[in-house]
């Protein structure tokens, strides 16, 4: 029986895919474990992992995206003491991982048409800005307190967080979105929209698996799973765009 050798094109591929899911991997479960606010309703924890779920997913695919998603935040579950939630972050951050890198990698015109850019970017702009607005003022106003993870042991601080504070955030991403969708760069609504569809799927995900499985009150634990979906897009979007602005050929792999 004779061998079969991969293409040298299709082994270098495969091992900068492997490469990527190692790196993206490590720098979840980094961002997850390093901030971190805890839920004690329902033995969860805020966090701010999905900035680089994101970034990993769009710039990458859904492969990369996927699989460095769940494994990386799974690891920061067991990292942190969360091991009953392992089982469900390496299927639903791994799903959402995957749909953002899905989404994000097709083009507005062959989804939607060629004359989708401009309503797209209204909707965009519209979703990201009152996700912003409602969750923000209404759950993340007034006295905040946070833990930073530590080698010794976790440091704790507190701020305060004015409502005016979502209101002028949600005014800029809203302008932000529609300038650059309508003139610069149509493709960002879209990834916005990957980016919601994936962090939509996520807090479904949570939920479902709390109220069904750990028949905790899952609902108390929405606002901060919706929370991490929209920081995750204000930080990663712009983070995005400023990487394949060094590296113009990376959004088209």
């Given at each position: 029986?004779g061998?079969?050798?991969?293409?040298?094109?299709?082994?270098?591929?495969?091992?900068?895919?492997?490469?990527?899911?190692?790196?993206?991997?490590?720098?979840?479960?980094?961002?997850?474990?390093?901030?971190?606010?805890s839920?004690?309703?329902?033995?969860?924890?805020?966090?701010?992992?999905?900035?680089?779920?994101?970034?990993?997913a769009?710039?990458?695919?859904?492969s990369?995206?996927?699989?460095?998603?769940?494994?990386?935040?799974?690891?920061?579950?067991?990292?942190?003491?969360?091991?009953?939630?392992?089982?469900?972050?390496?299927?639903?951050?791994?799903?959402?991982?995957?749909?953002?890198?899905?989404?994000?990698?097709?083009?507005?015109?062959?989804?939607?048409?060629?004359?989708?850019?401009?309503?797209?970017?209204?909707?965009?702009?519209?979703?990201?800005?009152?996700?912003?607005?409602?969750?923000?003022?209404?759950?993340?106003?007034?006295?905040?307190?946070?833990?930073?993870?530590?080698?010794?042991?976790?440091?704790?601080?507190?701020?305060?967080?004015?409502?005016?504070?979502?209101?002028?955030?949600?005014?800029?991403?809203?302008?932000?979105?529609?300038?650059?969708?309508?003139?610069?760069?149509p493709?960002?609504s879209?990834?916005?929209?990957?980016?919601?569809?994936?962090?939509?799927?996520?807090?479904?995900?949570?939920?479902?698996?709390?109220?069904?499985?750990?028949?905790?009150?899952?609902?108390?634990?929405?606002?901060?799973?919706v929370?991490?979906?929209?920081?995750?897009?204000?930080?990663?979007?712009?983070?995005?765009?400023?990487?394949?602005?060094?590296?113009?050929?990376?959004?088209n792999?």
């Open positions: 029986m061998c079969y050798a991969l293409p040298i094109s299709k082994v270098t591929s495969l091992a900068r895919e492997v490469s990527l899911v190692a790196v993206f991997t490590a720098l979840v479960a980094v961002a997850t474990a390093t901030l971190s606010v839920v004690p309703a329902t033995r969860g924890y805020f966090n701010i992992g999905e900035t680089v779920i994101y970034v990993s769009i710039l990458f695919g859904a990369v995206g996927g699989l460095s998603a769940g494994i990386g935040a799974m690891i920061a579950d067991l990292l942190l003491g969360y091991g009953v939630y392992a089982p469900a972050t390496l299927v639903v951050k791994g799903i959402e991982g995957a749909l953002v890198g899905f989404l994000a990698k097709r083009k507005i015109d062959h989804i939607l048409g060629t004359h989708s850019s401009r309503p797209l970017a209204f909707i965009a702009a519209i979703a990201l800005a009152g996700i912003v607005l409602t969750i923000g003022a209404t759950y993340y106003s007034g006295p905040m307190q946070f833990a930073v993870a530590s080698p010794v042991a976790p440091v704790e601080f507190g701020i305060t967080v004015p409502t005016a504070f979502w209101v002028l955030l949600s005014i800029i991403v809203a302008a932000t979105t529609l300038y650059v969708s309508l003139k610069t760069d493709n960002l879209w990834q916005i929209i990957a980016v919601l569809v994936g962090g939509s799927e996520m807090v479904a995900g949570y939920f479902l698996y709390e109220q069904l499985i750990l028949g905790v009150a899952a609902v108390v634990e929405i606002p901060f799973n929370g991490q979906m929209m920081v995750g897009a204000i930080v990663a979007i712009p983070l995005v765009r400023a990487i394949s602005a060094r590296i113009p050929n990376l959004l792999r």
